[in-house]
């Protein structure tokens, strides 16, 4: 399973952006996807997660109501769309998929990772 996340970029508080993470090489609807993130000098943490059929989705409180995850399984494509973005959600985001029937919200729970894309918010 190979992942590429896009969209990160330079924002101002307050604004939107769009992350993106393709997938490829396994059927997409076979595992979770979830998306984690790592500021300068702080552990890897978690952000959001939804099942295989998207149909259930689960947050970190620090983006709950700010931040949405969604998937395409046609398209093999998960999406975090943030808004009210905060200075505090400076970070490489990372998105992860997961084989695993109990996986959560642990980094340590999925099996594939993508390269990253940085966010970076300015105040």
């Known amino acids: 399973v190979q992942l590429q996340a896009s969209g990160g970029g330079l924002v101002q508080a307050g604004g939107s952006l769009r992350l993106s993470c393709a997938a490829s090489g396994r059927t997409f609807s076979t595992y979770g996807m979830g998306w984690f993130r790592q500021a300068p000098g702080k552990e890897r943490e978690f952000v959001a997660r939804i099942s295989r059929s998207g149909r259930n989705t689960y947050y970190a409180d620090s983006v709950k109501g700010r931040f949405t995850i969604s998937r395409d399984n046609a398209k093999n494509t998960v999406y975090l769309q943030m808004n009210s973005l905060k200075p505090e959600d400076t970070a490489v985001y990372y998105c992860?998929?997961?084989?695993?029937?109990?996986?959560?919200?642990?980094?340590?729970?999925?099996?594939?990772w993508g390269h990253g894309t940085l966010v970076t918010v300015s105040s």
């Open positions: 992860a998929a997961s084989f695993r029937l109990d996986y959560g919200s642990s980094p340590g729970q999925y099996d594939y």
